[in-house]
Every structure is written in structure tokens, then in C-alpha cells.
């Protein structure tokens, strides 16, 4: 996704006039946004692959008809948009998305959660509505094992966090 900071924030600014709710619960956000934005699923800005890791239990023989792939059990987000989004959204039930869809714009990279600043929602809601956000899903994060994180965890750059992330400063210790 490309970090075009203004452009966002003019495009959001005139498409959501009204501030929007935007809460955690049952182990994903509920974004009213997400209805009238879908930037996050659609084609993106970039070819550079978006990874969206799945858990053990989600992976089957038929991926490649719901995700274009990374590798054999990650699926990916690029200029193609994502595979499963269709015209009133994505046409997964919730369990067989990955868990970076329903974190988003929160993202796990490497034990600790970003802010990813381009999202509307993120752009709309205080800093500190979303540490508290960022606290719950912490929280339910802490519920996999290590090994489990480890795998959901996003394998983005230094230099792509520090572009266009906002570090909340909430880190996932691996002994809590
Ligand atoms: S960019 Fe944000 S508001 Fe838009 S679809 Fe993605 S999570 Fe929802
Ligand atoms: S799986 Fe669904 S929610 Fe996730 S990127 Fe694809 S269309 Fe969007």
C-alpha cells in the first residue's frame, strides 16, 4: 500500500463526513468504515506482495480458490486486489479469513502492533481510541501460543513500518 498520506486524508476527509464507530469484539473490529471504503481488499496501490497468514486450522487444498498465494498457506494481497473480494465485499465467512483482515488497519509485526495511518478509520478516530482498540486485540492475541503469533505476525520492513505505520507501543511478550 502506498503511503500517500495526503491524498488519503483529503479523499477520507470528503468521504466520511461523520465520524464513524469503530470497536472490538469477538476477536475482530467491527469497522463501520470497511461498508463504504474496501480499499484494504481491493487492488492496491503496489505489486509488492501483502502477506496474510493463516492458522493451521484454516489452511486447506482449495486455497487458491479464495486467495492469490505467497506460498502454499499464505495468502497474499497485491495490485490484483484480494481473490475473495467480490461486490458487496468479501465472500468469506469470518473463520476462514485470515486474522489480518479482521485487525486491520491494526497489524502484528514481530510481537508489537502498528497503526496502519492510510485507513480511514485510523485517520478519523483519536490516537488514543486506538490504543484502547489496540489493547483488546492485544489481549486476545496473548490467547495463541507464541508459536501461533509468531506465524500471524506480518513480515514487513523497518523502513515500511516507519513510512507508514503508527507504532502504538504494545507489545506481546512471549511469557505474559
Ligand atoms: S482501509 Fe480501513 S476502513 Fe477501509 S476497508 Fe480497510 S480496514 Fe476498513
Ligand atoms: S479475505 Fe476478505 S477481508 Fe480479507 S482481504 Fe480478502 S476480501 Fe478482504
Known amino acids: 500500500m502506498a503511503n500517500d498520506f495526503q491524498h488519503y486524508f483529503r479523499l477520507w476527509e470528503a468521504s466520511f463526513p461523520q465520524r464513524r464507530e469503530v470497536r472490538w469484539a469477538n476477536g475482530y473490529l467491527h469497522n463501520a468504515y470497511c ?3 474496501r480499499y484494504c481488499c481491493g487492488p492496491q496501490d503496489s505489486a509488492t506482495p501483502f502477506p496474510m497468514p493463516l492458522l493451521p486450522a484454516q489452511c486447506h487444498e482449495r486455497l487458491e480458490d479464495d486467495f492469490y498465494l505467497l506460498d502454499p498457506v ?3 494481497l497485491d495490485d490484483r486486489g484480494c481473490k475473495s473480494c467480490g461486490p458487496q465485499g468479501c465472500r468469506l465467512p469470518r473463520p476462514q479469513r485470515p486474522i489480518a483482515c479482521g485487525l486491520f488497519p491494526l497489524v502484528l509485526v514481530r510481537d508489537a502492533l502498528h497503526l496502519y495511518q492510510c485507513c480511514p478509520a485510523a485517520l478519523h478516530l483519536p490516537l488514543r481510541e486506538w490504543i484502547r482498540l489496540g489493547e483488546q486485540a492485544r489481549d486476545w492475541l496473548l490467547t495463541f501460543s507464541p508459536a501461533e503469533r509468531q506465524r ?3 513480515s514487513l520492513s523497518p523502513e515500511t513500518l516507519a ?3 503508527i507504532d502504538l507501543h504494545l ?6
Do not use: G, I, K, R
Not at 171 to 176: D, K
Open 163 to 165: 513510512e507508514s505505520y
Open 152 to 154: 500471524l505476525s506480518l
Open 35 to 37: 461498508a463504504d471504503c
Open 171 to 176: 507489545a506481546l511478550p512471549e511469557h505474559p
Open 74 to 76: 499464505t495468502p497474499c
